[in-house]
């Protein structure tokens, strides 16, 4: 009895620290199909940030493409276009939301072919070091 108390007391203690990145909650996302002929596209996700400390998202990468890079739209003398950002920080409790006309991921040069319906695994680095893996599910580019 004596060792099954010790054993639970030390879960407990350990408990917190290993769930300090399940504490970051991908809600929705999604990449979109290329158009035809293109070899990039963009991706956009919900990430909850539901630990105690801030976290600093630094790049993001997938086997599914050669190389990925974060963005944010500007408006630039009346004209809007994308510079690249190195990092975005995400306070404890907030909400980075990666969507059209804002942050997105930017993706080049398949390594794949891309089909609706399929998806990709995508890991996203932080500052401190930390990853985590998710799943973006494909999806048509929505026709204007
Ligand atoms: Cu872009």
């Not at 054993?7 to 504490?23: E, K, M, N, R, V």
Request: hydrophobic share 50%.
């Amino acid at each position: 009895m004596r060792y099954f108390l010790i054993l639970c007391s030390l879960i407990l203690c350990w408990t917190p620290a290993l769930a300090q990145t399940d504490l970051l909650q991908l809600q929705q996302g999604e990449i979109r199909v290329p158009m035809p002929g293109r070899d990039v596209t963009a991706g956009y996700f919900t990430l909850h940030n539901g630990s105690a400390a801030a976290v600093e998202l630094v790049a993001a990468s997938s086997p599914a493409f050669k190389r990925i890079e974060l963005h944010q739209h500007v408006t630039h003398e009346g004209m809007m276009r994308m510079v690249e950002v190195a990092a975005i920080e995400v306070d404890a409790g907030a909400t980075l939301v990666f969507q059209p006309g804002g942050l997105h991921l930017m993706l080049f040069e398949p390594q794949q072919q891309l089909v609706a319906g399929d998806e990709i695994s995508v890991m996203l680095d932080f500052a401190d070091g930390k990853q985590l893996a998710i799943t973006l599910p494909l999806t048509a580019m929505p026709r204007r």
